[in-house]
């Protein structure tokens, strides 16, 4: 049985409800991390192509594992609200 990927309004709300920032950039979405200063994290951004950020497009594994590499969020978090 396969794990269920979220969609990106999911991925969206999820970020905006946890104080990250998401900009327009030619179609694409940038997720900007809250200027919390945590050591842990490596990288501030994460871009999300314009093919996957339609309402009910699913995020590829590629992008699910970019942002739990950036922000140490999973798609099990993601999923949770």
Do not use: N
């Not at 990250?20 to 809250?34: E, F, L, M, N, R």
């Not at 970019?66 to 609200?81: E, N, P, S, Y």
């Amino acid at each position: 049985m396969s794990q269920v990927r979220p969609k990106w309004k999911q991925v969206e709300r999820y970020f905006l409800r946890h104080g990250y920032d998401v900009h327009d950039s030619g179609g694409d979405k940038i997720v900007v991390a809250p200027p919390d200063l945590r050591p842990d994290r490596q990288r501030q951004t994460v871009r999300i192509g314009h093919r996957f950020t339609k309402p009910g497009a699913e995020l590829p594994w590629g992008h699910l594992h970019q942002i739990k590499r950036a922000f140490g969020v999973t798609a099990d978090d993601i999923l949770a609200g």
